[in-house]
């Protein structure tokens, strides 16, 4: 039987990055379980570009992975961002003072190490009753194949535990993530005449003014079991003009918002549209319009929920809540309980400085163990 280690150092070597297939990692995840008698359901589809994606839900021995109604599942995605070409070891796992160095180390391969290290060297018996591995694609860019899992229907679970790193405290709340395109639209002239035009550039200029105002008086409303205790707002890209002697027709910026539990997805929209109004947007000069690419709520389980406790109670770590996004947001719309759990710092996560400590990816195994057997 495989360690912990020697799982991830296999997971890692598999490049699983989002414009690919993810089936090479639900191949090597489907040899393992089987091997320890559970059973495999594959649900199949294919993304925007045609590529053939998996998700998978695994039973362990004795349940019928058919059953839709299960109590505890364990959920983890399989891909990963894009690592840069100047990291050479990207997909060669190497230790370095306790850490493991490698893509997807701590998002998420650690977890989903821990998790085959933990199914494959239980006892055939023992198990919760309802205990299902669920592994799912494209969570990177966008909860897509989660999205898929969910409208299958294949799969109506009590209590999730989302794999994510959380340095191995229970996340019970999460922010959600929103994501719009907007675009501004003027009229190109002769930069030596700009009368004749209106600079699209311009008109984005004075809505980005106002979206960061806007996000300045976000930051007043304060949530203490978050950091940043307030929702985030962020213009990641943006693009405009033609040449630099042409009055910019069109100037494009992507929005990203991160809500905080309870807030409105659709709060940000509204902000933005009456900003559009009052900065004379629309006006007949310049026009905007606008598309929403994503639109995810944050979750929130009860500081009393069992499973909070009991995660609580199995790593000796308090409750936390985690800044980014996560499939725990889909998980909460279906499920009782809801949590986010896993090795790993995520502040590491998305560049070569990617790592999970050993002794937390040991200790993750005993208390997942722990979890699949509990009564």
Same mark, same amino acid.
Request: charged share 25%.
């Given at each position: *039987?495989?360690?912990?280690?020697?799982?991830?150092?296999?997971?890692?070597?598999?490049?699983?990055?989002?414009?690919?297939?993810?089936?090479?990692?639900?191949?090597?995840?489907?040899?393992?379980?089987?091997?320890?008698?559970?059973?495999?359901?594959?649900?199949?589809?294919?993304?925007?570009?045609?590529?053939?994606?998996?998700?998978?839900?695994?039973?362990?021995?004795?349940?019928?992975?058919? +059953?839709?109604?299960?109590?505890?599942?364990? *959920?983890?995605?399989?891909?990963?961002?894009?690592?840069?070409?100047?990291?050479?070891?990207?997909? +060669?796992?190497?230790?370095?003072?306790?850490?493991?160095?490698?893509?997807?180390?701590?998002?998420?391969?650690?977890?989903?190490?821990?998790?085959?290290?933990?199914?494959?060297?239980?006892?055939?018996?023992?198990?919760?009753?309802?205990?299902?591995?669920?592994?799912?694609?494209?969570?990177?860019?966008?909860?897509?194949?989660?999205?898929?899992?969910?409208?299958?229907?294949?799969?109506?679970?009590?209590?999730?535990?989302?794999?994510?790193?959380?340095?191995?405290?229970?996340?019970?709340?999460?922010?959600?993530?929103?994501?719009?395109?907007?675009?501004?639209?003027?009229?190109?002239?002769?930069?030596?005449?700009?009368?004749?035009?209106?600079?699209?550039?311009?008109?984005?200029?004075?809505?980005?003014?106002?979206?960061?105002?806007?996000?300045?008086?976000?930051?007043?409303?304060?949530?203490?079991?978050?950091?940043?205790?307030?929702?985030?707002?962020?213009?990641?890209?943006?693009?405009?003009?033609?040449?630099?002697?042409?009055?910019?027709?069109?100037?494009?910026?992507?929005?990203?918002?991160?809500?905080?539990?309870?807030?409105?997805?659709?709060?940000?929209?509204?902000?933005?549209?009456?900003?559009?109004?009052?900065?004379?947007?629309?006006?007949?000069?310049?026009?905007?319009?606008?598309?929403?690419?994503?639109?995810?709520?944050?979750?929130?389980?009860?500081?009393?929920?069992?499973?909070?406790?009991?995660?609580?109670?199995?790593?000796?770590?308090?409750?936390?809540?985690?800044?980014?996004?996560?499939?725990?947001?889909?998980?909460?719309?279906?499920?009782?309980?809801?949590?986010?759990?896993?090795?790993?710092? *995520?502040?590491?996560?998305?560049?070569?400085?990617?790592?999970?400590?050993?002794?937390?990816?040991?200790?993750?195994?005993?208390?997942?163990?722990?979890?699949?057997?509990?009564?």
């Amino acid at each position: *039987m495989k360690t912990v280690v020697e799982h991830l150092s296999d997971l890692v070597r598999i490049d699983s990055v989002s414009s690919i297939s993810n089936r090479p990692v639900v191949d090597y995840a489907t040899e393992v379980l089987r091997e320890a008698r559970w059973q495999m359901q594959p649900l199949t589809y294919r993304d925007a570009a045609g590529i053939d994606k998996v998700n998978l839900i695994a039973a362990p021995p004795g349940q019928q992975v058919e +059953d839709t109604l299960v109590d505890l599942a364990f *959920m983890c995605h399989t891909d990963t961002v894009p690592h840069a070409a100047e990291w050479t070891r990207a997909l +060669d796992l190497f230790e370095r003072d306790g850490q493991l160095f490698g893509c997807g180390a701590c998002d998420v391969k650690g977890f989903l190490a821990c998790l085959l290290t933990a199914a494959s060297g239980s006892e055939g018996a023992g198990f919760v009753d309802g205990l299902r591995l669920v592994l799912t694609a494209d969570e990177e860019v966008g909860c897509v194949g989660a999205t898929h899992l969910l409208a299958a229907g294949k799969i109506e679970p009590r209590r999730v535990v989302i794999g994510e790193p959380t340095s191995l405290h229970v996340a019970r709340a999460g922010k959600g993530y929103c994501l719009a395109e907007i675009t501004v639209l003027g009229h190109e002239a002769h930069s030596a005449h700009p009368e004749q035009g209106q600079s699209a550039i311009y008109g984005a200029a004075r809505l980005l003014t106002a979206i960061e105002e806007y996000a300045t008086r976000l930051m007043e409303e304060q949530d203490e079991f978050f950091n940043p205790g307030f929702t985030t707002l962020n213009v990641g890209t943006i693009q405009g003009g033609t040449a630099k002697n042409i009055v910019a027709a069109q100037c494009n910026f992507l929005l990203e918002w991160r809500p905080l539990p309870g807030l409105p997805t659709d709060v940000v929209l509204e902000i933005i549209k009456k900003t559009a109004e009052q900065r004379n947007l629309g006006d007949g000069c310049c026009r905007y319009e606008m598309k929403v690419v994503r639109r995810q709520a944050g979750f929130e389980t009860d500081a009393d929920a069992p499973l909070v406790h009991a995660l609580e109670r199995l790593t000796g770590r308090a409750a936390t809540s985690i800044p980014f996004a996560s499939e725990a947001s889909l998980l909460a719309t279906i499920a009782e309980e809801v949590v986010v759990f896993g090795p790993g710092d *995520m502040r590491t996560a998305h560049s070569d400085r990617e790592c999970v400590p050993i002794r937390e990816l040991e200790e993750a195994v005993v208390t997942i163990r722990a979890l699949m057997h509990a009564s």
